[in-house]
């Protein structure tokens, strides 16, 4: 008997994922175990095992879709099995008619995939998206059970009518421009990225504070322990410094440790410390999450960043892995510049932004002498924390970084 | 010269004349096209109407001859079947003229004459001698021109032996003895009716179950039924020959038990319906067909030829007078650029047998089939005071339902008032309702469609009158 396989509940909160790559086609044998798909979640990546061995029968959804958790993807026969001669119904597609049974010469359907989310909807409504030409299996109901109601359809029908190329409708082909160009698709992590970006930038009410910041005592430091660490086979950057540091800064200043409840207009101030780490991957930008950063070690923190730096290069993340943050991370000095300013990792109130460290020479009382700065940039959500609390938070950041003793002697 | 109008129906059924009415409504000039000579087509003429005049009325003779247990004497009970067959026809004349009077009132033009493509857009109409009545040339056509009964090679209808229901239907004499081929709705409900009025019933029935494709629980109560009117019933049978024998007629037919000989005196045969597209010249037009001559349609009740829509029987099973209608109804906005598409996901039936069988969306085969888990509540008839009451305790009601979210997802009811009962359902469906949603909802007592909401609780659990599964 083929087995189907069901998008499984891939972690808090996710209800749908969008197949980014098939690792197998039809026809193709597979083992239990094998990592045949790759679906991104608007959390994170990650391969899915397979359940069952045999052949890939059917594959039910394609690159590119987006697949609510519990929709089939994929049809796995027994080895051997050939492939059906008609291909199956895509996945999201109505159910056929029901067969009436009056019908004295009716023949009996063969078997086909269970039905995979019939648009739950009214006859009223489905006139009324009908009429505002809605595709209602692109609208996400807020009724009861998902139930479509009128004012989902028209709500839609607004965005379309406002926004053609809108996810909800299918934009008209562009005209080809004779020009050597490419279009490349905004899906997978780049979509989820885009969509974050935006709404943190028309939500959060940004503003920007720098501050310089005297980094010698802890190059100073840092060289110090690399050696040991090594020993430990800890890769030991300044990161570590950096977050322990932004860990005591936030118990100065618990609002920032906190995101924004826009619907119910209260701040959540979060008495753990969760703290992501923005990180380039190939597919884009991703945040894992030190979770608890307040009670690991240096040499702890250390080797969690690289755990987690490696597993975001090889999608090996879990939704854990990128779940539950409370203050973000973003270096920003790899390849130069002077200053940047960072978008808040929405929900989130603030974030750091680190620059590199460099030699300048500075001003010490009546002399200039050649020190180990560096630039901070940490960008606020106005609407929850007014400048004078960020500008308290960064100064007692710096004083942290400056005198890294005191991150070991407060702990 | 052809005459434009907006739009030309042709067939004046239950399809035709009321996507005429409704596009009339939105405002398109209108011509209604029948051969017939009198509107409302195979139904109100010769089909659902007329047979439900006769059987309520066998029903009620079949009543009053069992009501001794409950105390009503008579004595000299009598049909007379020339009186009944005048009150047949009265019904059937003032539905024809409700419905021209409804035609007149929207700007229905009404034709009567048999119409032809002469190309895609032009259509001729003639009488019954050929003659030329008008051509059309016409922006917009509904091809509303349903179906007619199916016979067999060796038994072809004579009008006096061998009959279509249409013929049966107007008997003035009830045959002393009925062999019905085909046990499928139409044999049944004619052949009870029939029964009820004192004729012995005979059904040959090909496949392995009377009321083909009905849930088998429920084709079993209705064979238990008509055992007790004294009908024989054989399926996985075949009628092969038939001969005349002394005034009589022997019907030789293939059993599994032999070959066996019937010797009866009027034979029915209701073996399913054909499309009527002869003399429309389609080939004219550019319409295609499927294999079996019905004329293949979109969502939106299109042909491959744009402007050309077909609805009702003529595009294909289930034969059912209010599918047509919705369908031409959908056709008519169509044509009047609304934006209408034939997307329902109830299509009840109603079956006039005793007891009646009405059911809409899925049966518990067709779910299974279709992977859904499937849960079923049923609660019979017996268990509700009503319906003991009423001394029809027949039957049952079962809801089938989607284990998983809870969703209706069909509802099957053989029993007294089946066919009323079914539309809450439809509706249900129709609303995306959940199996708690009509538990939950109050049914007035004492009623039959207690037993729905009864049903409902049943496959939750948490049945009160009948002991859970």
């Known amino acids: ?411 | 010269m052809a005459r434009p109008v907006d739009l030309l129906v042709i067939g004046a059924g239950p399809g035709g004349y009321v996507a005429a009415i409704r596009a009339a409504q939105l405002g398109l000039k209108t011509v209604l096209v029948d051969k017939d000579g009198r509107l409302g087509g195979e139904c109100l003429n010769y089909g659902c109407i007329p047979s439900k005049a006769l059987i309520f009325t066998a029903n009620l003779v079949h009543k009053l001859r069992h009501a001794g247990e409950m105390g009503i004497e008579y004595s000299g009970l009598r049909v007379n079947m020339e009186k009944l067959q005048k009150w047949r026809a009265s019904v059937i004349e003032r539905l024809n003229r409700g419905i021209e009077q409804l035609c007149q009132a929207n700007g229905v033009e009404v034709l009567f004459g048999e119409a032809s493509f002469l190309d895609p857009r032009r259509i001729r109409v003639v009488d019954h001698d050929k003659a030329v009545l008008e051509e059309f040339d016409a922006a917009k056509v509904i091809v509303a021109t349903g179906s007619r009964p199916n016979d067999l090679p060796a038994f072809r209808f004579d009008g006096r032996r061998i009959l279509s229901s249409k013929e049966a239907l107007e008997l003035a004499v009830a045959p002393a003895h009925l062999l019905v081929i085909g046990g499928g709705v139409t044999g049944l409900e004619l052949g009870t009716y029939f029964a009820k009025l004192g004729t012995q019933l005979t059904v040959v029935e090909f496949l392995a179950q009377i009321l083909p494709g009905v849930d088998p629980e429920a084709a079993r109560i209705v064979a238990r039924s008509l055992k007790k009117l004294g009908a024989d019933v054989h399926v996985g049978s075949q009628a092969t020959t038939w001969k005349e024998a002394e005034g009589r007629i022997v019907v030789a037919a293939e059993t599994p038990d032999g070959p066996r000989e019937f010797v009866v005196d009027t034979v029915l045969v209701t073996i399913g319906r054909r499309p009527s597209t002869d003399g429309l010249n389609l080939a004219n037009a550019g319409v295609g067909t499927d294999e079996k001559g019905f004329i293949r349609v979109d969502r939106e009740m299109r042909t491959n030829v744009r402007h050309i829509f077909a609805v009702g029987d003529v595009v294909g099973q289930p034969f059912l007078a209010h599918k047509a209608s919705k369908e031409g109804i959908v056709a008519a906005e169509v044509a009047a650029g609304r934006a209408a598409a034939a997307d329902w996901r109830a299509l009840p039936s109603a079956i006039f047998t005793d007891p009646e069988v009405a059911t809409v969306g899925l049966d518990e085969a067709a779910a299974a089939q279709k992977g859904f888990e499937v849960r079923v509540g049923k609660v019979p008839f017996a268990a509700m005071g009503r319906a003991l009451a009423a001394g029809e305790t027949e039957g049952f009601v079962k809801v089938v339902m989607d284990a998983k979210t809870a969703r209706l997802l069909g509802v099957q009811i053989v029993g007294p008032d089946a066919s009323d009962l079914i539309s809450e359902m439809a509706v249900a469906i129709e609303m995306g309702a959940s199996v708690e949603d009509i538990a939950l909802t109050i049914h007035p007592h004492p009623t039959l469609p207690e037993a729905i909401m009864e049903a409902a609780e049943a496959a939750l659990g948490r049945a009160i009158h009948v002991v859970n599964r």
């Not at chain 1, 990592?35 to 994170?44: A, G, P």
């Not at chain 1, 973000?328 to 680190?354: D, F, Q, R, Y």
């Open chain 1, 1 to 411: 008997m083929p087995k189907e396989f069901k998008l499984p509940d891939i972690g808090e909160g996710v209800h749908e994922g969008e197949i980014t790559k098939w690792l197998v086609k039809e026809g193709d044998p597979i083992k239990e175990e094998q990592l045949f798909v790759e679906v991104m979640t608007d959390k994170v990546t990650v391969q899915l095992p397979s359940p069952y061995t045999g052949t890939v029968l059917r594959i039910l959804a394609k690159e590119g879709e987006l697949v609510r958790v519990g929709s089939p993807i994929i049809v796995v026969g027994e080895e051997g099995d050939t492939l059906p001669a008609s291909p199956a119904p895509p996945s999201r597609q109505e159910p056929a008619a029901p067969q009436e049974p009056t019908a004295p010469e009716a023949p009996r359907t063969a078997p086909t995939p269970p039905p995979t989310g019939e648009v739950l909807a009214t006859p009223a409504v489905r006139r009324l998206a009908r009429e505002l030409s809605v595709d209602l299996a692109a609208v996400r109901g807020t009724g009861p059970r998902g139930r479509i109601t009128e004012d989902d359809v028209h709500s839609v029908g607004r965005r379309s009518a406002a926004m053609p190329a809108s996810q909800e409708v299918v934009p008209v082909p562009p005209a080809p421009t004779g020009r050597p160009e490419e279009r490349i698709p905004i899906h997978g992590i780049r979509r989820r990225i885009a969509e974050k970006m935006h709404k943190s930038t028309t939500t959060a009410a940004h503003f920007t504070y720098v501050e310089e910041v005297d980094m010698t005592h802890l190059v100073h430091l840092r060289d110090k322990l690399k050696g040991r660490a090594e020993k430990k086979g800890v890769r030991l950057t300044y990161l570590p410094f950096i977050v322990r540091a932004v860990v005591a800064a936030l118990k100065d200043h618990p609002t920032l440790n906190a995101t924004l409840d826009d619907e119910r207009q209260e701040l959540v101030v979060k008495r753990y410390y969760h703290i992501g780490i923005a990180t380039a991957t190939d597919a884009g930008l991703i945040v894992p999450v030190i979770h608890d950063a307040d009670r690991r070690d240096l040499n702890g923190l250390a080797a969690e960043i690289e755990r987690l730096a490696d597993a975001a290069r090889t999608n090996r993340l879990t939704p854990q892995d990128i779940s539950g943050g409370t203050f973000t991370i973003t270096s920003l000095g790899a390849l130069g510049g002077i200053l940047a300013t960072p978008i808040i990792n929405w929900p989130e109130v603030a974030i750091v932004g680190i620059h590199r460290i460099e030699k300048r020479p500075v001003v010490h009382g009546e002399q200039v002498v050649v020190r180990d700065m560096m630039y901070l940039t940490c960008s606020f959500d106005h609407r929850a924390i007014d400048g004078h609390i960020g500008a308290a938070f960064v100064e007692s950041l710096k004083e942290f970084l400056e005198h890294p003793a005191l991150l070991f002697v407060e702990a």
